[in-house]
């Protein structure tokens, strides 16, 4: 694995356009080699001015978004049009004004029974990707560690073979669909986006020490091949 970068911008918005940035570049690395781009979205809601970003007419034609593959690095067991869903924030800030196939958005089915719902991502994401992973996975990091749906000491940060698992979370009393770590680290490239001073603790940690994986599951995150980078705000790098 690369060393992973880190780079610093001044606010959240800056970030997004950091980011929105970056994922041109991808984008047009993917169609250059194989005319299509794979790209995982985060959940939560830091990753919400990227998404605007990406549909605002700054980005929204430096992409054929017919090329352009949607996935999702993680899902609440909630439906698609509840508050709580990832595809919900992303459909109303970025899909619904994208000129993109819906056949090109692959949701995670969070209205259906956990098990059922994880096997069959798990078997779409193994005729999508075979052995390999996306063009591009965007994670963002809880402050206790957190990644995608990796929660401290729940079952799937053991999860080996599959690309995608159902993960029932203690501290949160619910069910969650998540990528896995291996999946995660087949990809191309991962950002991490992270912002506030709520995340410069447990930022610091995962960057400057090595802490257990079952207690900061972030950790687990190391691209194989591929590239991480962290895009931060100054307030989540501790330098404000
Ligand atoms: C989710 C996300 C999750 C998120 C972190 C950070 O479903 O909640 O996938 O991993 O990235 O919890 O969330 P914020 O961006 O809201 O701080």
Redesign the pocket.
């Known amino acids: 694995m690369s060393q992973p970068s880190i780079h610093v911008s001044p606010t959240p918005a800056a970030v997004a356009d950091d980011a929105a940035q970056r994922l041109t570049r991808a984008y047009e690395e993917s169609i250059a080699a194989k005319n299509r781009f794979s790209l995982a979205l985060?959940?939560?809601?830091?990753?919400?001015l990227l998404y605007q970003a990406l549909a605002s007419p700054q980005y929204i034609n430096r992409f054929d978004w017919t090329k352009v593959h949607i996935f999702f690095?993680?899902?609440?067991c909630v439906p698609p049009d509840h508050t709580d869903s990832?595809y919900h924030m992303a459909r109303q800030a970025m899909l619904q004004h994208l000129p993109i196939p819906l056949d090109n958005i692959y949701r995670m089915h969070g209205e259906t029974d956990p098990q059922t719902a994880a096997r069959d991502y798990d078997q779409l994401l193994q005729q999508e990707f075979g052995d390999g992973g996306c063009d591009v996975v965007l994670?963002?990091?809880?402050?206790d560690g957190?990644?995608?749906?990796?929660f401290p000491h729940t079952q799937a940060l053991n999860e080996l073979q599959h690309r995608c698992a159902a993960n029932f979370v203690p501290k949160l009393n619910t069910w969650?669909l998540?990528m896995t770590a291996p999946f995660i680290n087949r990809a191309w490239q991962v950002m991490i986006?992270?912002?506030?001073a709520?995340?410069a603790d447990r930022l610091r940690q995962v960057l400057e020490e090595n802490p257990d994986p079952q207690e900061v599951p972030i950790t687990l995150i190391r691209p194989e091949l591929g590239r991480l980078e962290w895009l931060l705000d100054v307030a989540a790098a501790g330098m404000e």
Do not use: Y
């Not at 994670?139 to 402050?143: A, F």
């Open positions: 985060s959940g939560g809601s830091t990753p919400r690095s993680d899902e609440r990832n994670l963002g990091m809880g402050d957190h990644t995608a749906s990796l969650r998540t986006l992270a912002t506030g709520a995340k």
